[in-house]
T-cell receptor, first 111, second 113 residues
């Protein structure tokens, strides 16, 4: 119930392509779904977040798609760039509760 | 504003020893959360402190403890270190709630020999 399942574990995309990372959850009490980006040697940094009252949120090249009935959400990175190469984590939480993180996706974007 | 700072950045200890890690949150932030990051288990929540009180706790043994001071700075302590405690320990601060945007520090890399 508390898990967030993330896939794929690793992803290789060519520059200019679309990167898609998926997450699924079980706990319907979750109401906050952030995505974090982590570069080697750094702590994770918030990329974009969504709440279940909307089905999509876009910030620049990054889009979260949220499917409440399927209990799934995904991160789409449009026009992927080598600088996007990093590890991406989805997460979820209930109100005032801790963040539960997915296992991470290592994205490599090749020129 | 200065970001979240963690000290030390790297630490090497031997089994059985204890260790204290420090975290200074972003100025004005009152919530501090601690996470353990390992290649096998990913990011796992240890505990959260808010206004000097532990507000949430993860599923870690009692060897892992923490505290928060009146200036919101936080420390975590691990006693009787085990090889499996080798990990990157991350601290994150947020305004009032752990569900507000969490800003992570660079982490402390702990190696237990």
């Amino acid at each position: 119930q508390q898990q967030v399942k993330q896939s794929p574990q690793s992803l290789i995309v060519q520059k200019g392509g679309i990167s898609i990372i998926n997450c699924a959850y079980e706990n319907t009490a979750f109401d906050y779904f952030p995505w974090y980006q982590q570069f080697p040697g750094k702590g994770p940094a918030l990329l974009i977040a969504i709440r279940p009252d909307v089905s999509e949120k876009k910030e620049g090249r990054f889009t979260i798609s949220f499917n409440k009935s399927a209990k799934q959400f995904s991160l789409h990175i449009m026009d992927s760039q080598p600088g996007d190469s990093a590890t991406y984590f989805c997460a979820a939480s209930r109100p005032t509760d801790k963040l539960i993180f997915g296992t991470g996706t290592r994205l490599q974007v090749f020129p | 504003k200065a970001g979240v700072t963690q000290t030390p950045r790297y630490l090497i200890k031997t089994r059985g020893q204890q260790v204290t890690l420090s975290c200074s949150p972003i100025s004005g932030h009152r919530s501090v959360s601690w996470y353990q990051q390992t290649p096998g288990q990913g990011l796992q929540f240890l505990f959260e402190y808010f206004s000097e009180t532990q507000r949430n706790k993860g599923n870690f043994p009692g060897r892992f403890s923490g505290r928060q001071f009146s200036n919101s700075r936080s420390e975590m302590n691990v006693s009787t270190l085990e090889l499996g405690d080798s990990a990157l320990y991350l601290c994150a601060s947020s305004g009032d709630s752990s569900t507000d945007t969490q800003y992570f520090g660079p982490g402390t890399r702990l190696t237990v020999l």
